[in-house]
């Protein structure tokens, strides 16, 4: 295996030699994108641009960490809020909680290695939304535990704290009428 390994590398390397950084990634991303594309498909090495590929890829991990932070951001400042403010309880609120753990479960199907991460970026989302709602609300930060108070199954849990399994109906009525 090891030589293998070191087979690879070395043709990477002899690869990235022989082929430099492609000028269409600069000019034309969407054009260098297709052109990778059909390299691909016809298996064609010699077309790869190894350097900026590597580097796309790379982002595209970036990315998709960044999309689930995000997104636990926008979940957990809404939690939060319908935790700590129920006499402000809205629509808008409840449709949010509702489709930021919709989105968020979906993601984690989709993708589920990120299901990974998310003990890395749990706390750092919490931090910030404990942030944002202390700005939003007038709460002070105090006010909201330093440590994430939710687990990862609670959060996306559509029974939890906001019960978004209700019909919307029914939850327009509830909000409408008063809590």
Same mark, same amino acid.
């Given at each position: 295996?090891?030589?293998?390994?070191? *087979? /690879?590398?070395?043709?990477?390397?002899? =690869? #990235?030699? &022989?082929?430099?950084?492609?000028?269409?990634? $600069?000019? +034309?991303? %969407?054009?260098?994108?297709?052109?990778? *594309? /059909?390299?691909?498909?016809?298996?064609? =090495? #010699?077309? &790869?641009?190894?350097?900026?590929?590597?580097? $796309?890829? +790379?982002? %595209?991990?970036?990315?998709?960490?960044?999309? /689930?932070?995000n997104r636990?951001?926008?979940?957990?400042?809404?939690?939060?809020?319908?935790?700590?403010?129920s006499s402000?309880?809205?629509?808008?609120?409840?449709?949010?909680?509702?489709?930021?753990?919709?989105?968020?479960?979906?993601?984690?199907?989709?993708?589920?290695?990120?299901?990974?991460?998310?003990?890395?970026?749990?706390?750092?989302?919490?931090?910030?939304?404990?942030?944002?709602?202390?700005?939003?609300?007038?709460?002070?930060?105090?006010?909201?535990?330093?440590?994430?108070?939710?687990?990862?199954?609670?959060?996306?849990?559509?029974?939890?704290?906001?019960?978004?399994?209700?019909?919307?109906?029914?939850?327009?009525?509830?909000?409408?009428?008063?809590?």
């Amino acid at each position: 295996m090891i030589n293998r390994v070191e *087979k /690879l590398s070395s043709l990477k390397v002899i =690869i #990235t030699n &022989f082929m430099p950084k492609s000028p269409l990634y $600069e000019t +034309d991303f %969407m054009d260098w994108l297709t052109q990778q *594309k /059909l390299a691909l498909a016809s298996r064609d =090495i #010699t077309a &790869f641009d190894w350097e900026n590929l590597a580097e $796309e890829l +790379d982002s %595209m991990g970036i990315s998709e960490k960044n999309e /689930l932070k995000n997104r636990l951001i926008i979940l957990l400042t809404h939690l939060l809020k319908w935790q700590y403010q129920s006499s402000k309880r809205s629509i808008g609120w409840f449709t949010t909680i509702a489709n930021q753990r919709d989105d968020l479960q979906d993601i984690l199907n989709e993708k589920p290695s990120l299901k990974q991460y998310v003990p890395d970026i749990l706390p750092k989302s919490y931090r910030n939304a404990r942030r944002e709602v202390s700005a939003e609300t007038g709460l002070v930060l105090s006010t909201f535990s330093e440590i994430c108070p939710y687990d990862i199954q609670e959060i996306l849990n559509p029974e939890f704290l906001c019960n978004t399994t209700d019909d919307f109906e029914r939850a327009i009525k509830v909000i409408k009428n008063g809590l």
